[in-house]
């Protein structure tokens, strides 16, 4: 798509909108599918944009199938697996060299205390940003499902937790069915320096999260330039 007509296509939206952008294997056998992305906001110059579903399951740090959920180090956001793989594994996946070139960097500040300033091409919300974004659309964006692909054991032992108990607040009806939330990872450190902060399938802002934990999910965001 030529530049010109994806920002004429585009600039219009208003938050709450969605596009398809990209692809992503999404079924339990792997294919690909378009990406559907929510439209955050839009400063007429650019698109803020969160996946609608949860995409993958990664650990925020650490590769190894034989990691337990105890086994978490120090880690700052600039220098974790996770940020690594979105990045690299996952931009280059997921986009094509000409959807590349509507992918701004984006700054990203509120990593951490005393974490340094990231440049990222795709990056993972803030504490800071889903409590003011949450103010615009309301608590329900932060209720996470994922694909069934998020939801298969991968090779490095990770698979998406899926709320299954009995509080209802934890279930969303999609495509009419009742379906269980998911927990996914923010990219702001948690309360030690081994831990980092999650979104819960109650909507709930936790900073407890052990950074080697195997089954919360990923739900990229990223910039769009439309000018």
Request: with cysteine.
């Amino acid at each position: 798509m030529e530049k010109g007509h994806f920002a004429l296509t585009y600039r219009n939206l208003k938050p709450g909108e969605f596009i398809t952008f990209g692809t992503y294997p999404q079924s339990v056998d792997g294919k690909e599918l378009a990406i559907k992305w929510r439209v955050l906001q839009n400063s007429g110059s650019e698109l803020f944009v969160l996946s609608e579903y949860i995409l993958d399951c990664k650990r925020y740090h650490g590769k190894s199938a034989d990691l337990k959920w105890r086994d978490c180090m120090e880690i700052k956001w600039p220098d974790c697996d996770l940020r690594e793989w979105l990045n690299e594994e996952f931009y280059n996946t997921a986009f094509s060299a000409a959807e590349k070139q509507f992918i701004k960097t984006t700054h990203c500040t509120d990593n951490g205390e005393g974490c340094p300033d990231t440049e990222d091409k795709v990056f993972l919300l803030s504490v800071a940003e889903i409590k003011d974004l949450s103010e615009i659309h309301g608590k329900d964006l932060r209720r996470a499902v994922g694909t069934d692909f998020a939801k298969t054991k991968k090779p490095d032992g990770c698979s998406l937790y899926v709320y299954d108990k009995t509080n209802k607040d934890n279930y969303v009806i999609r495509d009419g069915e009742e379906v269980g939330c998911s927990w996914w990872w923010l990219r702001t450190q948690g309360n030690k320096p081994s831990r980092a902060f999650f979104v819960g399938p109650g909507c709930s802002i936790r900073s407890y999260g052990n950074n080697s934990i195997d089954g919360y999910g990923v739900l990229p965001a990223l910039n769009m330039n439309l000018s």
